[in-house]
């Protein structure tokens, strides 16, 4: 039985930067495309970012592009999403998940994911 464990979440003030990193054991992450998406109370869930298998091609939901960076080490089998310049809306419980291809991950399509991080944008 495989998981994806989350981690790296807290309290931050606007502006601030935190970094979320997914470990997972029980299967190999080199074949999966994997994604952060995150949900805020009363909110649906919105996708933030995907990663290809290789970790070459990445994209990001259009408000947090250019704070975010989504990255990945398979010879540690975790990815990580380094966020950046962080706003209060950006508050939310994160999810780390797997993929079974790049275009899924883009459709929001995943096959497993972690119990979520919380993060919280506050002063």
């Known amino acids: 039985q495989y998981r994806l464990v989350e981690s790296g979440g807290g309290l931050v003030q606007p502006g601030g930067s935190l970094r979320l990193s997914c470990a997972a054991s029980g299967l190999s992450l080199d074949y999966y495309a994997m994604g952060w998406f995150r949900q805020a109370p009363g909110k649906e869930r919105e996708g933030v970012s995907c990663i290809s298998p290789s970790g070459g091609a990445t994209n990001y939901a259009d408000n947090v592009k250019g704070r975010f960076t989504i990255s990945r080490d398979n010879t540690k089998n975790t990815v990580y999403l380094q966020m950046n310049s962080l706003k209060p809306e950006d508050t939310a419980v994160y999810y780390c998940?797997?993929?079974?291809?790049?275009?899924?991950?883009?459709?929001?399509?995943?096959?497993?994911w972690g119990q979520g991080t919380q993060v919280t944008v506050s002063s």
């Open positions: 998940a797997l993929s079974q291809g790049y275009s899924s991950c883009q459709r929001g399509n995943f096959g497993a």
